[in-house]
């Protein structure tokens, strides 16, 4: 574990931290229970099925990733979501998806352009 | 507790398999590049500094995390974007981002309802 976070500290574009993060499914947990409002390192540990300190690696690869930061008043960390990390994220992929319809309407008026072949004539 | 049954039976959820996909630069950019229309594997290998058979195994992940699919026709493999998983990852992001942003809304609905403390009045 901890040498995976090295490798993802080697890695060079905030994306790769944030996809990488999220491709675990207690970090999307962590992630999910984080956007309903902040929570005790305890309180993100609940609904998962491991150790606290397993949790608390977890949360450090979020924390590299900038989805998450966390601060300690007391003896009590307090985690919260970092929204912007999640935007960038959302942005690669729209700008992906809106890359791909673009060209499937241009396929659509190029084939709408096109002179019917006789198979398509209904009479 | 659905979590914790799926962890039980070992499913592996899609979505890590996609995100991790979306991790690594090369990869995003054969993303990139696909969404803007089919190509063979040496298209997708032209901007990237790597060798032919690195591009395939970057290929494969793409294909294991169903992003990408690739068909042989003789000599020439051409891969294709399947939009479907990256529509996934897309809806999961807008479902954390619109919980976060409703909550943000209820908490700005609240502090409007409060009485102004002594410190905030102007006059």
Chains 1, 2 share one sequence.
Not at 5 to 26: E, G, H, I, T
Not at 40 to 65: D, I, K, T
Not at 88 to 113: C, H, P, Q, S, V
Request: a positive charge; one cysteine or more; proline letters at 7%.
């Amino acid at each position: 574990m901890r040498y995976i976070l090295k490798q993802m500290l080697n890695q060079r574009d905030p994306l790769d931290l944030v996809f990488q993060a999220l491709s675990d499914p207690s970090r999307r947990v962590m992630v999910e229970r984080l956007c309903r409002g902040p929570a005790s390192v305890s309180e993100l540990a609940r609904p998962l099925a491991m150790s606290l300190p397993a949790v608390v690696q977890h949360l450090q690869v979020l924390e590299a990733s900038g989805l998450v930061r966390s601060e300690k008043v007391g003896r009590v960390r307090t985690c919260q979501i970092e929204p912007g990390m999640l935007r960038n994220a959302e942005k690669w992929i729209i700008e992906r998806r809106t890359t791909w319809e673009r060209r499937l309407d241009r396929l659509g008026d190029y084939l709408a352009g096109q002179p019917e072949s006789p198979n398509d004539r209904s009479e």
